[in-house]
């Protein structure tokens, strides 16, 4: 349903939850702030930027998110991805991708893939979330200590290279507001958790800086005063070519979207017992994503701890979401100058709590414990995250992991010959009244029975085990009784023996055929080839079927309902 929450929520509203939802605002918003500017400087952009994303973006994707306490914004998630872009592009060209993005993203809303973004493999979403923590940890270092380095390399190994290279020039005071910074953070929570520690760290170590005369590096220093208010909305000049160069990342950037931002839905439906509209998420994130560059913002998406702070503050409605984007505007536009002296190190020492807590690194070594192809999969995402690129980390990824998922499925389905082997198992014989060694099986008749879902991943398989076929008997009977589904590699597998068998004089029967197969089959062109006579409900009449055809006698099964699989089974919706 392509309904915001904010025009569902706002029919039963009363001041008490006004109340709530203004109180749990201000305090994200105080949130916020350290964050926003932090992401903006980790991805290479001027900080007022972050300001400008959380702003904007965090105010449409609050009206018109289908999630009732989602708070939006720039999150750690995208920096790796944006100073890659910043570098390679420019600011011109992140602008660009971030549009793309944000049509990407309402398309995929309003073609309901909502619910299948959610099907991205959890060792690669591990894997990246996890890689970009490294990243960003590795991206404060230079602040962190004070470094005197020009320009920091880009690529990870280089980057740690030059810091070993550079340590010689560590700033003591710099290092002292780090982690005086670290400290408040960790040990504020025992004192209040109303204020935020990270908004708390922030003020204390700018104004210690400030009063003590510290030497250190401030965002003034290095990025000139903070510009108050938003900026005129501006499109920079759109190419082919450019387009083209940034379709990739504008890919990553909106397939990042849409994951961070259903899986924080996701998290916040558990913390209030609520139930978010995926697809509605997805355009108002689309939304947002298309605004936000136009004010000179960056990638947003929703940010789980912005989320569960609102939560654990009373926001239960998207008015709390859209305080927050208000609070931030008043602060940007009657303290924004005073933003330009804090400190770069307390900035760090703030991501690197952020790149802790997002490295999820419990989560990560328990992951060890699961199939090794999980395994696999987990740490080539984390790795090509790391030492390549977040793009090329996503693709392989799941492309990666779609391979092992159909390997395994391949190994799940099974061709077996049950005749004259007679591989039907014990089981099957004291427990299934269907089972082939129950039957009378005429000479000159083999019965294969293909198990499990019969995909290009299988149809190796059955190509392999029916080539091998000893004898050559006149009637093949294929047994498909456990087979849900079938898809055009299996029919063409299917064909090919139809054909083959025709010149080698064998007839081929198809019996236990469920409805999906059927319709398959069916639009296929493979029914009309096979004929109805050679298409058979149960293993009896496919049997039958053969005895007719060797010109021997049927026989009888009393009390035996033997249904046919008739035409009217392709009205019946495929399986999917």
């Known amino acids: 349903m392509l309904v915001p929450k904010f025009f569902t929520t706002i029919q039963d509203y009363n001041r008490e939850q006004f109340t709530g939802d203004l109180v749990a605002g201000v305090i994200v918003g105080i949130v916020a702030l350290p964050l926003a500017i932090a992401f903006a400087i980790a991805s290479g952009l001027s900080p007022e930027r972050g300001l400008y994303t959380a702003i904007v973006a965090g105010f449409l994707i609050s009206l018109l998110g289908g999630s009732r306490v989602q708070i939006g914004g720039p999150t750690g998630a995208f920096v790796v991805i944006v100073s890659g872009i910043v570098q390679q592009h420019g600011v011109d060209g992140l602008v660009i991708a971030t549009l793309m993005a944000g049509f990407i993203l309402v398309a995929f809303g309003l073609l309901r893939l909502g619910a299948a973004i959610k099907f991205i493999p959890y060792p690669v979403t591990i894997g990246f979330t996890s890689g970009i923590a490294l990243i960003i940890f590795s991206s404060q270092i230079r602040d962190l200590l004070g470094l005197e380095m020009q320009a920091v390399p880009s690529a990870f190994l280089p980057k740690w290279d030059a810091y070993v290279h550079a340590f010689e020039t560590v700033n003591p005071w710099a290092l002292v507001v780090a982690v005086a910074t670290l400290a408040i953070i960790t040990v504020w929570p025992r004192i209040s958790t109303r204020i935020p520690g990270p908004f708390v760290a922030l003020i204390v170590t700018t104004a210690l800086a400030q009063l003590l005369h510290l030497p250190v590096e401030t965002i003034g220093a290095r990025f000139g005063a903070i510009h108050a208010g938003l900026p005129q909305p501006s499109i920079p000049h759109l190419s082919i070519p450019v387009i083209q160069a940034l379709a990739g990342p504008a890919f990553t950037i909106a397939l990042l979207a849409a994951v961070e931002s259903l899986l924080s839905a996701v998290v916040a439906d558990g913390m209030i017992g609520g139930r978010h509209r995926s697809n509605m998420e997805l355009v108002a994130q689309g939304v947002a994503n298309i605004a936000s560059p136009l004010f000179g913002g960056m990638p947003a998406t929703g940010a789980i701890a912005r989320t569960a702070t609102n939560v654990k503050n009373g926001g239960r409605t998207p ?172 029919l063409h597998a299917l064909r090919e023996l139809v054909h083959r068998s025709r010149k080698e004089g064998m007839l081929v029967i198809l019996s236990d055929v469920h409805a999906q197969p059927v319709v398959a089959l069916d639009r296929s062109g493979l029914y009309d080839e096979l004929t109805e006579d050679n298409i058979h409900g149960n293993i009896d009449d496919a049997l039958n079927r053969a005895r007719q055809y060797l010109g021997l006698e049927p026989v009888e099964r009393p009390g035996f309902a033997t249904p046919t699989v008739a035409r009217e089974s392709k009205e019946l919706p495929p399986l999917h």
């Open 319 to 490: 008015v709390a979401g859209m305080t927050h984007a208000i609070t931030l505007l008043l602060i940007t536009l009657f303290f924004g100058r005073w933003a330009a002296l804090i400190p770069l190190a307390t900035l760090a020492a703030i991501l690197v709590v952020v790149a802790f807590h997002m490295s999820e690194w419990r989560t990560f070594i328990s992951e060890f414990r699961a199939p090794k192809s999980d395994v696999a999969v987990l740490l080539t995402t984390f790795l090509l995250t790391v030492l390549v690129d977040l793009t090329v980390a996503i693709e392989v990824g799941i492309v990666l992991a779609a391979f092992l998922f159909m390997r395994r499925m391949a190994e799940v389905t099974n061709i077996s010959v049950l005749t004259h082997e007679f591989t039907d198992p014990v089981d099957d014989f004291e427990h299934d009244p269907n089972a082939v060694l129950r039957r009378a099986i005429p000479q000159g008749v083999q019965v294969y029975e293909i198990t499990g879902p019969f995909f290009f991943g299988a149809a190796e398989m059955f190509k392999d085990r029916v080539g091998r076929i000893a004898g050559k008997p006149k009637v093949l009977i294929i047994r498909m009784r456990h087979v849900p589904a079938i898809d055009s590699t299996g």
